[in-house]
């Protein structure tokens, strides 16, 4: 990749740069890690952006959405309709829709409700909709940062009563069964985890079959491929998971080498994180009360994925001038009048105003995962490149339409 500095220069700060080569390694990583009949699904918020969008897909990915939104995104991108798993558990009349009217045909579902509702929809407009139902576990295997299931949840069917809905689900007009949908963790600790994590699933998933009568066409096996966001620190690279995956399914579900059912998986983090990196200017240096301030020209309205949830980052900049060296340990914070924006704390980095500082592994839950309107600043400039060569620069931007004419 082209020296920081220099893409500062062009481009400005903040921005992001996105690495199109370092998104086909992990691309290609994940696959190398899976069993050659794995579809990947690649979940769209992670990051929307066009050309890693193009990029996933051209090696093999499928999309996974979550709003008409990306729906827009992942057409654009050049996905067909029917390579495209429609999830989320708001989905509206008006947005499946638009989805089924253009070419979605998957769905997963969360409740008797949505299924219900993607059927009267699917049959309104003449067509079928293939559903997965989607499994919030009872219990789950793994140690991971993010657990989404075995809790009260808006997400899936718990597992443990959904036998006892067999027969309603199968006679829901204007959809089918088509399988499966798990996705119990996020970010799993190690490979042993997301092993440990995937057994558990198949055999669930095997045990459901059984139980609900219906044969799989698709099991969702979900995902919890790590990556590291916003440290530095490398993407794993997984090992012992395909043949452990081959192995588990050769037991649970013995005719899946012929696609029955077929299996697949789904990751965001993996597939970009480490292909971004964010770039923002020291724009004052201030100490108060014996604390050091970095105030930076990226705060939560650029790279704000965690603020929602209330989290500060761990944050790790690195200097890309030679700065000094006093050692006084700093908070970082953005432009934004709130003392909520703040990237990181007790960083150790002597630096001076106009000092630029990356943020390394920010391709995933970015500008589109951050307050971006917030204090109406501009969104970050978003650079894609490939190695050395620099093939798009783009900024997101918003406009008010007024929706009957104009204001009173
Ligand atoms: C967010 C999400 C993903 C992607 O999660 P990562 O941790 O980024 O891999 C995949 N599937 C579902 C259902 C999600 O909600």
Known sequence: MTAPNELAER??????????????????????????EFEVFYAAKANPHPELLNELRTGG?????????????????????????????????????????????????????DLRRVGETALRLGVTADCLIRVNNATGAAATSIRMTGVPSQ??????????????????????????????????????SLIAEFRHTIAMAAGLQKALGVTFRLVDIGGGFAAPYAVQGERPVYGTLRAALGETLDEHFPGWRDGAPRIACESGRYLVADSGTLLTTVVNVKDSRGQRYLVLDAGINTFGGMSGLG??????VEPHESVGTDGTPASLAGPLCTPGDLLARNVFLPSEAGDLLTVPNAGS????????????????AEVVVRADTVVSVSRIQHIRTYEHGQAL
Not at 11 to 36: E, I, K, M, N
Not at 311 to 316: A, E, L, W
């Open 365 to 380: 839950y970015g500008p589109t995962a951050s307050l971006l309107m917030f204090l109406g600043r501009p969104a970050p």
């Open 61 to 113: 990915c499928r999309a996974e959405i979550s709003s008409v939104g990306e729906l827009d995104a992942v057409l654009q991108a050049g996905f067909a309709g029917e390579q495209i798993l429609y999830t989320g558990p708001g989905k509206t009349t008006e947005e499946l829709t638009e989805a089924l009217t253009r070419g979605v045909r998957l769905f997963s579902t969360e409740s008797l409700g």
């Open 311 to 316: 989290r500060i980052m761990p944050v790790n």
């Open 11 to 36: 481009f400005g700060t903040p921005s992001f740069v996105y690495d199109l080569d370092r998104v086909a390694r992990a691309r290609d990583d994940l696959f190398a890690a899976l069993p050659a």
């Open 155 to 192: 997400f899936g069917f718990d597992s443990e009563t959904l036998p006892d809905l067999a027969a309603d689900l199968r006679e829901v007009p204007g959809t089918n069964i088509a399988g499966l949908h798990f996705f119990p963790l996020s970010n799993a600790k190690d490979e042993a």
